[in-house]
């Protein structure tokens, strides 16, 4: 069952869509002529976060469990903040215990800490809030929320024996060079196309069975929003490489990775919760790099007008 669970989440997010648009008319990340094409996998020891099987039978092992089950289904068990048909596990693989799907286990220790998103020094509690407002679409849960406290609770649980505040290898998405080319949503489309539609659909919108989302839709209104850490290219390069396509993870070259990134981002979202009115006025405030999309003109459409439900 745990293989399969696998299955079902890993081909999660970020393997683009389908447009069948003609090649970009936008501004790209600046590409890296001296960039090698394809990066060499190191491989190196993560560390273990315990086993499900070894969650205690007491008042703190419920939360734990119960922790476990909104992370993996935010959708029935936190309802009332959700509003994407996403899951914690499509960014963060295997209940949030996989190396370099940026695990529970390696962002637990590194908080508190300084967040340039919110120019404050956040708990974990507040950067759980954070996932509900941007990569679910939805609504924080107040501090102190039993939401809030079971998902940090199930964290701490799972990082038991780490260093506090030490960046362990595997503890977030790996950060790829910087492609000899700069990324390009016509080759992106192609890759889509051979490694990825067969579980995010020709649309990108992903597959349901019986009311339950098995492949998540990777834009349009049931995805994450512009406000989300994967709208930058460099994050849904970085999980694209190392995890997809599902079971397949670093066999797409970097440049593959890097254009099918592009690709998917480069589809309207749900609109960013900051929006101030005016799309140049929030990318100016929150979206300032090549490393985003939105404001820019991509195929003629202009980015962040958002995606209704």
Same mark, same amino acid.
């Given at each position: 069952?745990?293989?399969?669970?696998?299955?079902?989440? $890993?081909?999660?997010?970020?393997?683009?869509?389908?447009?069948?648009? =003609?090649?970009?008319?936008?501004?790209?990340? @600046?590409?890296?002529?001296? @960039?090698?094409?394809?990066?060499?996998?190191?491989?190196?020891?993560?560390?273990?976060?315990?086993?499900?099987?070894?969650?205690?039978?007491?008042?703190?092992?419920?939360?734990?469990?119960?922790?476990?089950?909104?992370?993996?289904?935010?959708?029935?068990?936190?309802?009332?903040?959700?509003?994407?048909?996403?899951?914690?596990?499509?960014?963060?693989?295997?209940?949030?215990?996989? %190396?370099?799907?940026?695990?529970?286990?390696?962002?637990?220790?590194?908080?508190?800490?300084?967040?340039?998103?919110?120019?404050?020094?956040?708990?974990?509690?507040?950067?759980?809030?954070?996932?509900?407002?941007?990569?679910?679409?939805?609504?924080?849960?107040?501090?102190?929320?039993?939401?809030?406290? @079971?998902?940090?609770?199930?964290?701490?649980?799972?990082?038991?024996?780490?260093?506090?505040?030490?960046?362990?290898?595997?503890?977030?998405?790996?950060?790829?060079?910087?492609?000899?080319?700069?990324?390009?949503?016509?080759?992106?489309?192609?890759?889509?196309?051979?490694?990825?539609?067969?579980?995010?659909?020709?649309?990108?919108?992903?597959?349901? %069975? %019986?009311?339950? !989302?098995?492949?998540?839709?990777?834009?349009?209104?049931?995805?994450?929003?512009? $406000?989300?850490?994967?709208?930058?290219?460099?994050?849904?390069?970085?999980?694209?490489?190392?995890?997809?396509?599902?079971?397949?993870?670093?066999?797409?070259?970097?440049?593959?990775?890097?254009?099918?990134?592009?690709?998917?981002?480069?589809?309207?979202?749900?609109?960013?919760?900051?929006?101030?009115?005016?799309?140049?006025? !929030?990318?100016?405030?929150?979206?300032?790099? =090549?490393?985003?999309?939105?404001?820019?003109?991509?195929?003629?459409?202009?980015?962040?007008?958002?995606?209704?439900?």
């Amino acid at each position: 069952m745990k293989a399969m669970r696998m299955m079902v989440i $890993g081909a999660t997010l970020w393997l683009a869509a389908c447009d069948h648009a =003609p090649a970009p008319q936008s501004s790209a990340p @600046a590409a890296n002529a001296s @960039a090698p094409a394809t990066s060499v996998t190191k491989t190196v020891s993560h560390f273990s976060p315990p086993d499900e099987s070894a969650i205690p039978n007491d008042d703190f092992g419920k939360q734990v469990a119960l922790g476990r089950q909104i992370f993996i289904d935010p959708g029935r068990y936190a309802k009332a903040y959700v509003g994407n048909q996403l899951s914690c596990e499509n960014c963060h693989l295997d209940a949030g215990r996989l %190396a370099n799907s940026a695990p529970l286990w390696g962002a637990y220790p590194m908080y508190p800490a300084y967040r340039s998103k919110n120019h404050h020094v956040n708990t974990f509690a507040e950067r759980l809030q954070g996932c509900f407002n941007y990569s679910m679409n939805g609504k924080a849960p107040p501090l102190g929320d039993p939401v809030l406290v @079971a998902l940090e609770t199930y964290a701490y649980w799972m990082s038991k024996g780490e260093p506090i505040g030490t960046s362990l290898p595997g503890r977030s998405y790996p950060k790829l060079s910087k492609p000899a080319m700069a990324p390009d949503y016509a080759r992106g489309e192609k890759v889509f196309k051979s490694d990825c539609a067969l579980c995010h659909g020709d649309n990108g919108q992903g597959q349901q %069975a %019986a009311d339950h !989302t098995v492949f998540p839709p990777l834009w349009g209104p049931q995805s994450f929003n512009w $406000g989300a850490g994967m709208e930058q290219i460099t994050n849904a390069a970085g999980f694209i490489k190392a995890n997809m396509p599902l079971g397949r993870g670093n066999t797409l070259t970097d440049q593959d990775t890097w254009d099918v990134a592009y690709f998917m981002n480069a589809h309207e979202r749900p609109q960013d919760p900051r929006f101030n009115g005016s799309i140049p006025a !929030t990318r100016a405030a929150y979206h300032d790099t =090549p490393d985003s999309l939105y404001g820019v003109i991509v195929n003629g459409q202009l980015l962040g007008q958002g995606a209704a439900k």
